[in-house]
């Protein structure tokens, strides 16, 4: 499986849940320590849903760090000294993370690209995959957009090679992404080419121009840690 070297750009995906409902005043407070992390390019907190793609649901015990980092030191920095990190083994109750290396990514976030101009890698060779979608929904397609949720919803839970998928909200309704966790790349293309019902949106998305920007990256996932609902999916 591909790895990264420790001074090229990864990013990693790290999901926690709390027993209480307190975990909503961390995402006001890990704000400025983010900010002064060390090698920390680029990251978002989110907030996630009930389901496991976009959907109005939302699990207000659990949320997400997607970060990118400038090298594999920096996170292991990160991960060793940061009180965040530090409150995610004491005090949650599920914790899971998985290392990152980017593939291929298009379009921005917030108006950046987190990536930096990635030029894109070879395949990663027949192992797992990671897929990060985020769209920021134009306020008079949300109505047509939620309708179009629950069949891919459906879609994803039956998809034979989706080993995991969450979906995640920055801000309420309108800005909303998609992690999910597949078995090899053919698993990714059967469920984006072949699947009806995600076929059908992607179509409307393009002639409605619903989206005022999306992004979408593709990664190997490596040195998964901890559980997610109760297993590994990369185990």
């Known amino acids: 499986m591909t790895t990264a070297t420790s001074t090229s750009t990864i990013a990693s995906f790290h999901l926690v849940r ?16 983010l900010r002064r992390a060390g090698g920390l390019r680029f990251w978002k907190l989110l907030g996630t849903g009930s389901g496991r793609s976009m959907s109005l649901g939302a699990d207000l015990r659990r949320w997400a ?8 030191d920096d996170l292991e ?5 940061s009180p965040i990190a530090d409150r995610w083994r004491a005090e949650a109750s599920e914790y899971w993370q998985t290392r990152l290396a980017p593939l291929a990514s298009r379009g921005a976030w917030a108006g950046r690209d987190p990536f930096g ?24 397609r949300l109505i047509a957009f939620y309708r ?4 891919v919803e459906e879609l994803l839970r039956r998809q034979d090679g989706c080993l995991a998928s969450v979906g995640m909200g920055e ?12 078995r090899d790349r053919r698993a990714v293309r059967a469920f984006a080419y072949q699947g009806q019902a995600h076929r059908q949106v992607i179509e409307r998305v393009r002639a409605h121009d619903w989206y005022a920007e999306e992004l979408f990256a593709r990664f190997v996932p490596y040195a998964g840690e901890g559980s997610w609902d109760g297993r590994d999916p990369l185990g």
């Open 148 to 151: 179009s949720v629950p069949p």
């Open 171 to 182: 801000w309420p309704l309108a800005r909303q992404a998609t992690f999910s966790l597949w």
């Open 18 to 33: 709390y027993g209480g409902r307190g975990a909503m005043k961390h995402m006001a407070f890990d704000r400025p320590l």
């Open 117 to 140: 101009g990635l030029t894109a890698r070879d395949d990663g060779g027949p192992g797992p995959v990671a897929v990060l979608t985020r769209a920021s929904i134009r306020p008079g």
């Open 77 to 81: 920095e990160f991960l060793r000294r």
């Open 65 to 72: 760090l997607f970060a990118v980092w400038r090298g594999e």
